[in-house]
């Protein structure tokens, strides 16, 4: 990967958002309809959670912050799987998993980035830096999304994974809103970082 990815990042998780919105909302798929605020965050924590902590594996970094970035990736991918096939497979997943394991990686990164503070700030470490407090930041609004949203859904509808546009998400999705405006954000400052390393 290339420090240019995170020029053009903000956008493409815009267009991803924008086309499983319009992919889900198109048929009565698992999962139910998706609102565009969620859908915004969905395409956020994908690319952000799963794809482009890697990049700070190979980019030039602070030794002991790719230490928190393995723990994320491996904490994460093995979440990642044991989902995909719990809702699709199984039909069997609960938020009270999602939570338990976001409180478990939150407390692990605050921990783990503590531990790894830099000495030595360079360019791409201070990218990384911006991206960890990104993903600090999102787990946290992850842990309120998953309480709020097994509050309003029960139970009862265990097929229903994602807020709509119904009068009941409302604040939900208002509160997605400045999740999104913040963390898209802090991408936005990494994309001109990079940009101003090109100058």
Not at 144 to 157: N, P, S
Not at 172 to 177: A, E, I, M, S
Request: net charge positive; charged share 15%.
């Amino acid at each position: 990967m290339n420090l240019a990815i995170f020029t053009i990042i903000p956008i493409l998780l815009v267009f991803l958002a924008i086309y499983f919105k319009k992919r889900q909302n198109s048929k009565n798929t698992v999962g139910g309809e998706i609102s565009l605020p969620k859908s915004l965050w969905l395409s956020y924590t994908i690319g952000t959670w799963f794809f482009l902590p890697i990049s700070f594996l190979i980019w030039p970094v602070d030794s002991g912050m790719k230490y928190v970035y393995m723990f994320h990736l491996v904490s994460f991918w093995i979440r990642g799987v044991l989902e995909l096939v719990m809702i699709y497979k199984w039909f069997n997943w609960s938020p009270r998993y999602g939570i338990a394991h976001d409180i478990f990686h939150f407390l692990g990164l605050i921990i783990l980035f503590k531990m790894f503070w830099p000495i030595e700030i360079s360019r791409p470490t201070l990218m990384s830096m911006v991206f960890m407090y990104s993903l600090i930041i999102s787990v946290g609004f992850e842990i309120i999304f998953a309480c709020w949203f097994l509050k309003i859904r029960g139970e009862q509808k265990h097929k229903i994974y994602f807020a709509s546009n119904e009068p009941e998400w409302k604040y939900v999705n208002l509160l997605t809103y400045i999740a999104v405006i913040i963390c898209y954000g802090l991408h936005i400052v990494n994309a001109w970082f990079v940009l101003d390393l090109a100058l």
